[in-house]
């Protein structure tokens, strides 16, 4: 791979290409540590990680590790031998670890990503943090409420980088709609759509039947608080994001619907967040059909952003030609049926305009490589950005707040003590 | 198999005189559209393209008509 090639796959290259490297400092103040002047003042210099958890998730981070310049992985930890083998296939010259704090005692480890279960990131957090270690933890931040605050507030006190794996603020696309959301172009938020459908159990094959538990954690309350918080964090944190607001209260409904095999989460969740201007954020997600995919929709007053796709629907698309109207309503004449209801109605169907793209080539990342290429130069920083722990605890704690809803069943608001 | 076939300069300019007319009928279809749906007239020029493409449409139409006569014409003519 040549030079020109890595520049341009690192984070700094693409906010350049997109334009956003200057216009977006004051929007998104945790770019302003990704400069390309940043970048080239820390040439030469490298971020020694240890990645603490070494499954499907970690081998993700450990791949894109192996294409950032300033990284070197110098130790692996997994307690389950098969993974950490796996593991080891990326970095074959890393320390390997089955006890996590053995991995924290080695001095040649500046950051750890942890990409262990859900139920592990808390104390797998405070204990690297204690360490020394800078961190960077997957999503969901921790198992409840409680744990991410106390998480929030040892980060405070050491003064060590604390990531939590929310890509989509360090995505390209992302950070471009976002820009022009924040400013108004589109008009005011009105609500915020969010959807994620997929069609499988969710379950990962078992060698043997003790091992249930321990590889498919995610169906398991003791370890997981099942949609919310493996795919709601990630979509919820867009309204917070857009609007520039918490929400004020949540309600919602989760329900064993159709997977109905021994699991303890919900495989239908349906979320309503209600913003302080009335502003209404959406998040459903069904695991029996995949229709519809995943979307993640800004509802703005003149135009829709579609984060996913990066596409702009202007309310009033552009205007077409005399003559193209006439072809277009000839063509309705001749292909549409008559409404059999009389011309009072007529099916309110979704627009057909095509919209506009944002940034190219919308689904050539989905943020995660920046956000690892990222934390790694912050690594060699030392510095935590502004304002980004905040957008990381505001995320899982509404994720949590409505899992919370669902399993009381009542309408939910953040209780005082936990705002930061 | 096929014989030489001659185009008369008289056959000539009478497709040309044809398409003019196409070309004049899809000119007016556009000054039509742009009274019925209020435009600017900047789009008799601007959508010049959209004229040639439904002039050539008519024309081929047109030929399509020529075509059904010439054949009944020789099945059931004389």
């Known amino acids: 791979m040549d030079k020109k090639n890595i520049d341009r796959r690192s984070f700094f290259g693409k906010l350049g290409e997109i334009g956003l490297a200057s216009a977006a400092l004051s929007a998104f103040p945790w770019i302003e540590a990704c400069t390309p002047r940043q970048a080239d003042e820390q040439k030469n210099e490298y971020a020694r990680i240890g990645v603490i958890g070494t499954g499907s998730r970690g081998c993700i981070h450990l791949m894109f590790l192996q294409q950032i310049p300033c990284a070197r992985v110098v130790a692996l930890c997994d307690n389950y031998e098969p993974n950490l083998l796996n593991g080891a296939s990326y970095f074959p010259e890393a320390a390997r670890y089955s006890d996590y704090r053995e991995l924290l005692g080695n001095k040649e480890v500046d950051a750890v990503v942890i990409a262990t279960p859900l139920d592990c990131h808390y104390q797998m957090t405070m204990d690297a943090l204690d360490a020394g270690k800078h961190v960077f933890c997957e999503k969901a931040m921790a198992y409840d409420i409680a744990q991410c605050h106390r998480m929030y507030l040892k980060q405070k006190e050491t003064g060590k980088l604390l990531f939590v794996g929310q890509q989509r603020l360090f995505d390209p696309k992302y950070l471009k709609a976002m820009s022009s959301v924040i400013a108004g172009d589109y008009g005011p938020v009105v609500a915020v759509r969010n959807y994620w459908y997929r069609n499988n159990d969710w379950r990962r094959s078992v060698p043997s039947p003790d091992l249930e538990r321990h590889i498919n954690w995610r169906l398991y309350r003791e370890y997981s608080r099942g949609l919310m918080t493996e795919l709601a964090c990630h979509q919820l944190q867009n309204g917070m994001w857009a609007t520039g607001m918490l929400p004020e209260k949540v309600i919602g409904t989760g329900e064993t619907m159709y997977w109905k095999d021994g699991r303890e989460v919900y495989d239908s969740v349906h979320a309503i967040y209600t913003f302080p201007n009335g502003v209404h954020m959406t998040f459903d997600s069904v695991i029996s059909n995949a229709h519809y995919g995943m979307g993640e929709q800004i509802l703005c007053k003149d135009a829709t952003v579609d984060l996913i796709t990066s596409r702009l629907y202007y309310e009033k698309p552009q205007r077409r030609s005399s003559i193209e109207s006439l072809i277009s309503d000839i063509e309705k004449g001749i292909f549409t049926n008559s409404a059999f209801a009389g011309t009072s109605w007529a099916p309110e169907t979704a627009s057909r305009d095509t919209g506009i793209a944002i940034v190219a080539n919308a689904y050539e990342s989905d943020g995660t490589r920046e956000i690892m290429d990222a934390f790694c130069r912050m690594v060699i920083k030392g510095e935590m950005p502004d304002k980004l722990l905040d957008q990381f605890y505001y995320a899982t704690v509404f994720s949590l707040l409505g899992d919370e809803a669902m399993l009381q069943n009542k309408e939910m608001r953040l209780d005082p003590e936990w705002y930061v | ?78």
């Open chain 2, 1 to 78: 198999m096929f014989k030489d076939s001659i185009i008369t300069a008289k056959d000539k300019t009478r497709e040309v005189i044809i398409f003019l007319v196409c070309f004049v009928a899809a000119f007016l279809v556009n000054v039509g559209a742009i009274i019925a749906y209020r435009g600017p007239w900047t789009e008799i020029f601007t959508q010049i393209g959209f004229v040639v493409i439904i002039a050539a449409v008519i024309y081929l139409l047109h030929w399509l008509v020529r075509l059904a006569v010439m054949v009944i014409r020789h099945f059931f003519g004389k």
